[in-house]
């Protein structure tokens, strides 16, 4: 067989080009014609999946529409919270009450069961107004499924200073309890006072407490400045503090230093203050000495004294040796080991008197 001629290796050429490009245009239409297919699926699967959330809906039209349909499933669940007769004062989030002293006010406290069984619980109160309230009962027991609504009233006392007063009520059914915040505004003219007392410092730590002096809330404001020896060492400017306080309320809080100094004498000033003018400043002084080094410094310096007394010591004794007479009675210093004549010779008052009789007999018989 013969060779292909160049005309008809570009035929083939081109052909095979051909067939690629056909190849490749037709490669996609098998995925988009999947893709109705899946659009169909979906299309039949979508009425499955809402229709049980279309089929619960009239099921918690029983008075607890809120809860009702999570309570099927779910563990028993309860609330309370203030009570009233719209959907706007039932997201009430406090009960608040005007009034001036010696009158009553009366509110209502829903509590709500979303559970399957009975619900018992007790109420109180609690602070300074929840003192002041009353409840038409203290144990209230409420149906499966099912709201109570509890009317609570509160007497001012008559010698109530004017101003704010807060409190709580407590629905306790044994095992958790809820708090709803009480807010009681007092008529009559208002007084703000507030006091900054018992500053301390102590490491990296400024403690201190906030005092109430008046009749009225208090959202306190705290500004911190801490000054040195050689300049100003914090200086924080005043921001909110994240708390209410109550006409008599004491507050005890710190303030974090994670930069306090090593070695200073510091003075520390807290200058707070409050809407309707309350305004007071509290300073305290403090003096930081590391103390590995001061344990060091204070042994190398009585190791110091120790050796200076030792030597002052030893030159007095040297000094007292060299300034004494000489001995007198033996004509000077004798050198160590040396016999003396008393030594060598003993005198006659030590001479034994009993043996001179035998010698001198003796020489007269001879």
Do not use: H
């Amino acid at each position: 067989m013969s060779p292909p001629t160049p005309r008809l290796r570009r035929a083939l050429l081109v052909l095979t080009t051909a067939l690629a490009a056909l190849l490749c245009a037709l490669a996609p239409l098998p995925a988009a014609a999947a893709g109705p297919a899946d659009t169909d699926l979906a299309a039949d699967t979508a009425p499955a999946d809402t229709a049980p959330a279309v089929g619960t809906a009239p099921a918690a039209d029983d008075g607890s529409a809120d809860t009702a349909p999570a309570a099927d499933d779910g563990p028993a669940d309860w609330t309370a919270r203030p009570a009233g007769g719209g959907a706007d004062r039932d997201a009430r989030p406090y009960v608040y009450l005007e009034g001036t002293p010696g009158t009553a006010l009366q509110d209502r406290l829903a509590v709500t069961n979303s559970g399957r069984a009975p619900l018992t619980v007790r109420l109180r109160g609690d602070g300074r107004a929840g003192a002041w309230i009353g409840f038409a009962a203290d144990t209230v027991t409420v149906p499966a499924r099912t709201r109570a609504e509890v009317p609570l009233a509160l007497t001012v006392p008559p010698d109530a200073v004017p101003g704010d007063a807060s409190g709580e009520v407590v629905a306790d059914d044994g095992d958790e309890e809820i708090r709803v915040p009480v807010r009681v505004r007092i008529g009559g003219p208002t007084l703000a006072a507030l006091t900054v007392e018992d500053v301390e410092i102590s490491g990296g730590t400024i403690r201190y407490a906030l005092v109430n002096r008046g009749n009225a809330m208090l959202e306190p404001r705290l500004a911190v400045r801490a000054d040195g020896m050689f300049g100003t060492l914090l200086d924080r400017p005043e921001r909110p503090l994240p708390l209410e306080l109550a006409p008599g309320r004491r507050v005890e809080r710190t303030e974090p230093w994670p930069d306090a100094p090593a070695l200073d004498t510091v003075t520390v000033r807290l200058r707070v203050t409050a809407p309707g003018g309350a305004r007071d400043e509290a300073e305290a002084s403090a003096t930081y000495i590391p103390v590995a080094p001061a344990v060091g410094g204070g042994l190398l310096l009585l190791g110091g004294l120790a050796l200076l007394g030792s030597v002052a010591y030893r030159r007095r004794r040297t000094r007292r040796g060299d300034s004494e007479p000489p001995d007198t009675e033996t004509g000077g210093t004798e050198p160590p080991g040396a016999e003396t004549a008393d030594d060598r010779q003993p005198t006659t008052e030590t001479r034994p008197l009993v043996k001179a009789g035998p010698l001198v007999k003796a020489g007269a018989e001879s």
